[in-house]
């Protein structure tokens, strides 16, 4: 008889409560868990196939060293750590610690306890180079947030709000919503619905009909690309029609007036002509969203992978602070610090940190982005770091939780970089297209094998729930918990790291006191929260948490009253020229297709991509509008040839009807080591990043590529 446990699933961060049927060690069934506040039963095909990815016969139960002939050859857990600290410290004492690059992936994210422990790691390292998926993602959100600065006392949340404004993103599919980038839908698409019926009205600005737009109120079905125009428009409309919110704006904001004097010319009928949709359309959703009392606009990648990104989320932020949809003074705060420590929340600003403009700077031009590694540098400079000379070179690469052979754009570069350095070590439970260069590859425990909370992860939960769970399935093989890796990484190094209780001062760990388990350390994240993590575990099916009435927005504290928000500062303004000359007055030829970027269901980026039951498509095709498939005097399945500017890959292409007449969608991180893509192999695809430059098209600032909107030709291979 299977004995059943009660989990949840941490496969992304959506924690879904799981039911799981475990014989002899082995998943043997998967239910989603009704009983849990958040998720009530809900589960996504990743999720049901959690036990296809712990058991998968190429998982890797042993860590793997690379031989002098390329070979390789298992390692013990103990041993890999001492060489790898090893040969970090000779890289460090020789050419100092800027030598030491770390990559940070999405799969750190998930895992409560991998980034405090490795980040403190890396802090005590002291190098500068941190790279990581953020510069290939949303960066434009923490660059508009330091050219804007920030309102303390937070957004208000879609709990209580009666419009929500989603651009660029599928919230239904890929889970992704953070209260503190204003996205903050629910997840599973069951409590948008719920939200809908108490009245609340929801926009989708995206090219295709997806699962969240098919919700929508007002779905906004514009050309890619051409946000930054649109939103523009919005905020024409909400000023015009007084629909702002100037008691709040007076207060906390600068560069109104520029603001609105810029968005003048942009009326919703050249708006519209530009973005492809009606004049009236625009009308519509500014009205919705202007007239409404509470709720945001926030934007996802499909806004923050196209050019232009950083004036788009620069105006999606200044629609929010026009509209004052932000918490005042005496407000309560809902959702801070259950197991987390709380965010103190202030109605005041905190002004424009423009880190990247002071203090260190690479030599490739670049300074340091806000970041959690205590600042970080584009990821599209990872290959110059490392192939251009210089005194703080990049020599050795460790990546943690990451893939950035598959996700960097201009993956032959990628690859020539990390094949040059004298280290590339990686954590990951696969042999990975970054594994495979790498000399030493960790294995890992997967989510089922450690025990865990949602400390790390409460910020994105659309409901305050705290969870807990025990490791529920016995370590296979030689495996260790990523945050061991560090831990010991650090003791080997001779580098100090340690973690002090909040409660009890006798519960403080350190290197020099020795290696805690992992309960200990969780037990110590969630001692500055305000829930207290025994009571968590006594309630196996997760808990809800009701509001503190305590917790409210905080007056400012005395000298910040002259802070604001700047909305339109010099480099904006000269943003919004050049877009006005470039895209509007100067438009150059287009060509008939853009390709847009989508996530499935069925993979988490790289991962899933090798479990048979996860394939609905066995690879990632181009989904093609049947009218532009009849256009092209093709058939569903025929395969194309899809080109960019800067490179060309092949695709088997499948009908789509959601799309946008001229838009077609691929999903990333798919494809091989450049000579094994092949569009057509169970599990292997093409490399959509190949069709984007590392160089070309990039944004200030951050070097953001254009991941999404990229013009592109398609052409019909006759087979
Ligand atoms: N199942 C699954 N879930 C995931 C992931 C995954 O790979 N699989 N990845 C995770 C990660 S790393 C991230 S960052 C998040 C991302 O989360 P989301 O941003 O929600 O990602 P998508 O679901 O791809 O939604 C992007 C949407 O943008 C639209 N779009 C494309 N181009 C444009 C444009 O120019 N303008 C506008 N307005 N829209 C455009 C696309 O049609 C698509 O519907 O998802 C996370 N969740
Ligand atoms: N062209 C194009 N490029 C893109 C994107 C796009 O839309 N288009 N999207 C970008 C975005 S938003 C992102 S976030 C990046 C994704 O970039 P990455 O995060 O680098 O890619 P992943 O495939 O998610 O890499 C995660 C790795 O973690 C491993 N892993 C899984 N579980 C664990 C674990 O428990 N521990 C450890 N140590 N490892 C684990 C997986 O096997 C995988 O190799 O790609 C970016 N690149
Ligand atoms: S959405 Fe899917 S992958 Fe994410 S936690 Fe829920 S079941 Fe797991
Ligand atoms: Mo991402």
């Given at each position: 008889?299977?004995?059943?446990?009660v989990?949840?699933c941490r496969?992304?961060?959506?924690?879904c409560?799981?039911?799981?049927?475990?014989e002899r060690g082995?998943?043997?069934?998967?239910?989603?868990?009704?009983?849990n506040?958040?998720?009530e039963?809900?589960?996504c095909?990743k999720?049901?196939?959690i036990?296809?990815?712990?058991?998968?016969?190429?998982?890797?139960?042993?860590?793997m060293?690379?031989?002098?002939?390329?070979?390789?050859e298992p390692?013990?857990s103990?041993?890999?750590v001492k060489?790898v600290?090893?040969?970090l410290l000779?890289i460090?004492?020789?050419?100092?610690?800027?030598?030491?690059?770390?990559?940070w992936?999405?799969m750190?994210?998930?895992?409560?306890?991998?980034k405090?422990?490795?980040?403190k790691?890396w802090?005590?390292?002291g190098?500068?180079?941190?790279f990581?998926?953020a510069?290939?993602?949303?960066?434009?959100?923490?660059?508009?947030?330091?050219?804007?600065?920030?309102?303390?006392?937070g957004?208000?949340?879609?709990l209580?709000a009666?419009?929500?404004?989603?651009a660029?993103?599928?919230p239904?599919?890929?889970?992704?919503?953070?209260?503190?980038?204003g996205l903050?839908?629910?997840f599973?698409?069951?409590?948008?619905?719920q939200?809908k019926d108490?009245?609340m009205?929801?926009?989708?600005?995206?090219?295709?009909?997806?699962e969240?737009?098919?919700?929508?109120?007002?779905?906004?079905?514009?050309?890619?690309?051409?946000?930054?125009?649109?939103f523009a428009?919005?905020?024409?409309?909400?000023?015009r029609d007084g629909?702002?919110d100037?008691?709040?704006?007076?207060?906390?904001?600068?560069?109104?007036?520029?603001l609105?004097e810029?968005v003048a010319?942009l009326?919703?009928?050249?708006?519209?002509?530009?973005c492809g949709?009606?004049p009236?359309?625009?009308?519509?959703?500014?009205?919705m969203?202007?007239?409404?009392e509470?709720?945001t606009?926030?934007g996802?990648t499909?806004?923050?992978?196209?050019?232009r990104?950083?004036?788009t989320?620069?105006?999606?932020?200044s629609?929010n602070?026009?509209?004052?949809?932000f918490?005042?003074?005496g407000?309560?705060?809902?959702?801070?610090?259950?197991?987390a420590?709380a965010e103190r929340?202030?109605?005041?600003v905190?002004?424009?940190?423009?880190?990247?403009?002071?203090?260190w700077?690479?030599?490739?031009?670049f300074?340091?982005?806000p970041s959690?590694h205590?600042g970080?540098?584009?990821?599209?400079?990872?290959?110059?770091?490392?192939?251009?000379?210089g005194?703080?070179?990049v020599?050795?690469?460790v990546?943690?939780?990451?893939?950035?052979v598959?996700?960097?754009?201009d993956q032959?570069?990628?690859?020539?970089a990390?094949r040059s350095l004298?280290?590339?070590?990686?954590i990951?439970?696969?042999?990975?297209?970054?594994?495979?260069?790498?000399?030493?590859?960790?294995?890992?425990t997967?989510?089922l094998?450690?025990?865990?909370?949602?400390?790390m992860?409460?910020?994105v939960?659309s409901?305050?729930?705290?969870?807990?769970?025990?490791?529920?399935?016995p370590?296979?093989g030689?495996v260790?918990?990523?945050?061991?890796?560090?831990?010991e990484l650090s003791?080997?190094?001779?580098?100090?790291?340690?973690?002090?209780?909040?409660t009890?001062p006798?519960?403080?760990?350190s290197?020099?006191t020795?290696?805690?388990?992992?309960?200990q350390?969780?037990?110590?994240?969630?001692?500055r929260?305000?829930?207290?993590l025994?009571?968590?575990?006594?309630?196996?099916?997760?808990?809800?948490?009701?509001?503190?009435p305590?917790?409210?927005?905080?007056?400012?504290?005395?000298?910040?009253?002259?802070?604001?928000?700047e909305?339109?500062?010099?480099?904006?303004e000269?943003?919004?020229?050049?877009?006005i000359?470039?895209?509007?007055?100067?438009?150059?030829p287009s060509?008939?297709?853009h390709?847009?970027?989508?996530r499935?269901?069925e993979?988490?980026n790289?991962?899933?991509r090798n479990?048979?039951?996860?394939?609905?498509t066995?690879t990632?095709p181009?989904f093609v509008?049947?009218?532009?498939?009849?256009l092209?005097?093709?058939q569903?399945g025929?395969r194309?040839?899809?080109?960019?500017?800067h490179?060309?890959?092949?695709?088997?292409t499948?009908?789509?009807?959601?799309?946008?007449?001229?838009v077609?969608?691929?999903n990333?991180?798919?494809?091989g080591?450049?000579d094994?893509d092949?569009?057509?192999e169970s599990?292997v695809?093409?490399?959509?990043?190949r069709?984007?430059?590392?160089?070309?098209?990039?944004?200030?600032?951050s070097?953001?590529?254009?991941l999404?909107a990229?013009?592109?030709?398609?052409?019909?291979i006759?087979?």
């Amino acid at each position: 008889m299977p004995e059943r446990v009660v989990t949840y699933c941490r496969t992304c961060q959506a924690s879904c409560g799981i039911l799981l049927d475990i014989e002899r060690g082995h998943v043997v069934g998967v239910r989603g868990d009704m009983e849990n506040p958040t998720s009530e039963g809900y589960t996504c095909p990743k999720g049901r196939a959690i036990g296809d990815f712990h058991h998968h016969p190429d998982r890797l139960l042993s860590s793997m060293r690379r031989r002098a002939d390329g070979a390789w050859e298992p390692i013990d857990s103990a041993a890999v750590v001492k060489e790898v600290a090893e040969r970090l410290l000779q890289i460090r004492d020789t050419h100092g610690p800027d030598a030491i690059a770390s990559f940070w992936g999405t799969m750190a994210n998930v895992v409560t306890l991998t980034k405090p422990v490795a980040l403190k790691w890396w802090k005590a390292l002291g190098s500068h180079k941190a790279f990581s998926t953020a510069t290939i993602d949303q960066i434009a959100k923490p660059v508009a947030d330091a050219r804007m600065g920030k309102y303390l006392g937070g957004m208000q949340r879609h709990l209580n709000a009666d419009v929500c404004l989603v651009a660029g993103g599928n919230p239904s599919v890929s889970m992704f919503a953070l209260p503190m980038w204003g996205l903050d839908v629910p997840f599973p698409i069951a409590r948008l619905r719920q939200a809908k019926d108490r009245g609340m009205k929801l926009i989708v600005v995206d090219p295709r009909l997806t699962e969240t737009a098919r919700l929508a109120d007002i779905h906004l079905q514009l050309l890619p690309g051409t946000d930054a125009v649109l939103f523009a428009a919005l905020l024409h409309v909400i000023f015009r029609d007084g629909l702002d919110d100037p008691a709040f704006w007076r207060r906390y904001a600068a560069g109104v007036d520029q603001l609105r004097e810029a968005v003048a010319t942009l009326t919703p009928e050249r708006a519209g002509r530009h973005c492809g949709i009606a004049p009236e359309s625009i009308v519509a959703a500014a009205r919705m969203f202007g007239k409404a009392e509470r709720g945001t606009a926030g934007g996802a990648t499909g806004t923050d992978m196209a050019p232009r990104s950083n004036l788009t989320e620069q105006l999606i932020g200044s629609l929010n602070v026009v509209c004052g949809r932000f918490l005042r003074e005496g407000e309560p705060v809902e959702d801070t610090g259950i197991l987390a420590p709380a965010e103190r929340r202030r109605a005041q600003v905190a002004p424009p940190a423009r880190t990247w403009e002071a203090g260190w700077r690479s030599r490739t031009g670049f300074g340091l982005l806000p970041s959690p590694h205590g600042g970080e540098l584009p990821a599209t400079m990872l290959p110059e770091e490392v192939l251009t000379d210089g005194a703080d070179r990049v020599r050795a690469l460790v990546v943690i939780a990451g893939n950035p052979v598959a996700a960097i754009p201009d993956q032959d570069r990628v690859i020539e970089a990390l094949r040059s350095l004298e280290l590339l070590v990686t954590i990951d439970p696969w042999m990975s297209e970054t594994a495979r260069l790498a000399d030493y590859v960790i294995a890992p425990t997967m989510a089922l094998e450690r025990p865990d909370h949602t400390g790390m992860v409460e910020s994105v939960l659309s409901v305050p729930v705290a969870h807990y769970t025990p490791a529920v399935l016995p370590r296979p093989g030689d495996v260790i918990e990523d945050w061991e890796f560090f831990w010991e990484l650090s003791e080997h190094m001779g580098l100090d790291i340690g973690f002090r209780s909040g409660t009890d001062p006798a519960g403080s760990v350190s290197t020099r006191t020795g290696k805690p388990t992992s309960e200990q350390l969780l037990e110590i994240l969630a001692s500055r929260g305000r829930i207290d993590l025994d009571a968590v575990k006594a309630k196996p099916h997760g808990m809800r948490i009701e509001p503190d009435p305590a917790l409210v927005v905080l007056p400012p504290d005395p000298g910040t009253e002259h802070h604001r928000l700047e909305l339109f500062p010099q480099d904006v303004e000269a943003e919004f020229a050049a877009m006005i000359r470039e895209d509007l007055e100067n438009a150059g030829p287009s060509t008939q297709f853009h390709l847009v970027v989508r996530r499935m269901k069925e993979t988490f980026n790289s991962s899933g991509r090798n479990i048979k039951r996860l394939r609905r498509t066995d690879t990632n095709p181009l989904f093609v509008h049947p009218d532009d498939l009849a256009l092209l005097g093709i058939q569903p399945g025929a395969r194309l040839r899809v080109c960019s500017d800067h490179g060309v890959i092949e695709a088997d292409t499948v009908e789509d009807a959601t799309l946008r007449q001229g838009v077609v969608a691929m999903n990333h991180c798919w494809g091989g080591l450049p000579d094994e893509d092949d569009p057509h192999e169970s599990g292997v695809g093409s490399n959509t990043g190949r069709l984007s430059s590392r160089t070309a098209d990039t944004e200030a600032i951050s070097n953001m590529p254009r991941l999404t909107a990229i013009p592109v030709d398609l052409i019909p291979i006759s087979t």
